[in-house]
């Protein structure tokens, strides 16, 4: 059972990329009880507690922050965190005397990417891509404009149900680039197999 003397040693850049929070020890609520911070701590190292507690950060936290939620001190949150830092998946941010630290926002759409691209067949991705643009394609027509920020432009300012379509079709076109990108992903892991699969029967 891993505690946090056999986690003395940070681990390099190359260990960091199999962690991932939900596995380890899913979402971890701000307060929780004692009796149930001690069963974190007795099934986690400390850099798993700390990996966790920033992968589901949004807003920058101090050593001390990430030190109390992740059931630690600021000296081990110092030192797991800098693997991290270095990989790209946190940022550091000099704030006056102290330092604080967020997940990387470039990371986590990589991370979603990557999840959609596992979690759904081609076939699923298509439909979805296909079903946004049909919904992006029906505001354009409503509205007869081409994007978003057109239609922010033109909206009057009481016009809620308007603004709440805009909102939408933002969000739509979020999806979509995912959603492509998790497509090209696909595709792209898929040749990768076939590759492999190629070249160990012909080797074989």
Do not use: C
């Not at 505690?3 to 260990?15: K, V």
């Amino acid at each position: 059972m891993p505690t946090d003397e056999n986690a003395d040693r940070p681990p390099s850049i190359t260990e960091i990329d199999p962690f991932d929070s939900e596995e380890l020890s899913g979402d971890t609520p701000e307060n929780v009880g004692e009796a149930v911070t001690e069963e974190w701590k007795a099934s986690t190292t400390a850099f798993q507690r700390i990996h966790t507690v920033l992968k589901n950060t949004y807003e920058p936290r101090t050593t001390g922050e990430v030190a109390d939620a992740a059931a630690t001190t600021k000296p081990t949150v110092r030192k797991h965190v800098e693997p991290l830092v270095e990989a790209g998946m946190v940022v550091k941010r000099e704030r006056g005397n102290g330092v604080q630290y967020v997940w990387n926002q470039t990371q986590r759409r990589i991370n979603r990417v990557a999840e959609l691209a596992d979690e759904h067949s081609s076939v699923e991705l298509d439909r979805k891509i296909r079903r946004a643009k049909e919904r992006i394609a029906a505001f354009e027509r409503k509205y007869g404009v081409e994007s978003p920020n057109e239609l922010a432009k033109a909206l009057d300012p009481d016009d809620d149900a308007g603004w709440d379509d805009l909102a939408t079709w933002r969000t739509l076109e979020d999806d979509l680039k995912r959603l492509e990108a998790a497509q090209t992903v696909g595709e792209y892991l898929g040749a990768e197999s076939v590759v492999g699969r190629r070249d160990t029967s012909n080797h074989a």
